[in-house]
């Protein structure tokens, strides 16, 4: 039998990638050894992709202090690109400030300098009295204290306690103004949305990279409690997608792999090359995605120094 393919007949997704995509990977710091065991796993399986750096996140308040430090200092040690996330929420300059001290004297060169989440009974955000006001002021503050690399956050949909989009924008423009090296958003599931957005930056003068959060999706339960802090918007679709596979993770995993790489795949059309997953401590999806992008283990790529 013949099939004649007619001109409206795409090549596959994954079809003459431009081979050159860069990765990042975000973990939260460990608190048992169960979960430290998972850390450690979740980092050897990504780490052979080479990525340009690995986060790991900060508690409110700076409620996993300890651990974070625990975990930066042990990745740095590797010989990981480790970046330390630090919030100013509930904390002095000169508490902030010893804190990003900490992560200096551990070998750590990068930090992802966040407000943090607001501390109040409804959620709300007041500055500390004799802390840094906000994230701009957190970037000030850091690029006077050592010469860090300092990644921000961006909102590709508006924050929940944004004004405007544009209010969005002017409060990006300001973070890298002070300081920052890229922005890097949170997860979204619309590629317009990111591209409108990226397009604004550009309008308001922002030209550091603004790198996409990539949140494979898996509980869409979870997500939703995820979205509803940052404001992101979870696809009515994305339920359907997921319905009735409560009891086969395996399939439910090759579905969130696919949605999580045909976005990826998107943004690459548009000249995307970075892309930064939010792995919640778990390779599989996450390297999965980076497998249909076109990413290989690469050789001699190994951690210099192997922790128990």
């Known amino acids: ?42 980092f050897d399986a990504l780490e ?13 308040g700076g409620t996993t202090r300890e ?3 625990g975990a930066v200092s042990a990745l740095a040690k590797r010989g990981a690109p480790v970046a330390a996330h630090l919030t100013c929420v509930s904390a002095s300059r000169d508490e902030v400030d010893a804190v990003a001290d900490s ?43 050592h010469p860090f690399e300092i990644s921000v956050a961006a909102y590709p949909e508006i924050h929940p306690e944004s004004a405007s989009a544009q209010a969005d924008i002017d409060n990006l423009k300001r973070k890298i103004d002070a300081g920052a090296t890229r922005a890097i958003t949170q997860f ?24 996409p959060g990539i949140l494979p999706v898996s509980n869409v339960k979870q997500t939703r409690k995820f979205a509803a802090q940052c404001g992101a918007t979870i696809p009515g679709w994305m339920d359907s997608l997921f319905e009735g596979l409560d009891s086969h993770p395996g399939t439910r ?3 969130a792999a696919t949605i999580a790489a045909e976005l990826c795949q998107q943004l690459t059309v ?32 190994a951690s210099k120094e192997k922790v128990a």
């Open 103 to 145: 992560f200096w004297e551990a070998g750590v060169r990068h930090i992802v300098a966040l407000r943090g989440d607001g501390q109040g009974v409804d959620g709300s955000y007041s500055a500390h009295p004799q802390g840094y006001a906000n994230a701009a002021e957190l970037v000030a503050g850091l690029t006077k204290r």
């Open 67 to 69: 651990r974070t430090l």
């Open 270 to 301: 548009e000249g995307v090359r970075h892309f930064h997953f939010y792995t919640l401590n778990r390779s599989e999806l996450s390297y999965a995605v980076c497998h249909l992008l076109g990413l290989r283990p690469t050789e001699g790529v």
């Open 1 to 42: 039998m013949t099939y004649a393919f007619g001109p409206g007949l795409r090549p596959s997704l994954f079809a003459d990638l431009p081979g050159d995509t860069k990765v990042s990977f975000e973990f939260f710091p460990p608190k048992t050894d169960e979960a430290t065991a998972q850390f450690w796993a979740t």
């Open 188 to 211: 979204f599931f619309d590629v317009e949305r990111l591209l409108r957005f990226r397009d604004a930056a550009a309008a308001a003068g922002i030209t550091a990279e603004i790198v």
């Open 48 to 60: 052979p992709l080479d990525p340009s750096f690995v986060s790991v996140t900060y508690g409110a």
């Open 253 to 255: 995993q090759m579905v």
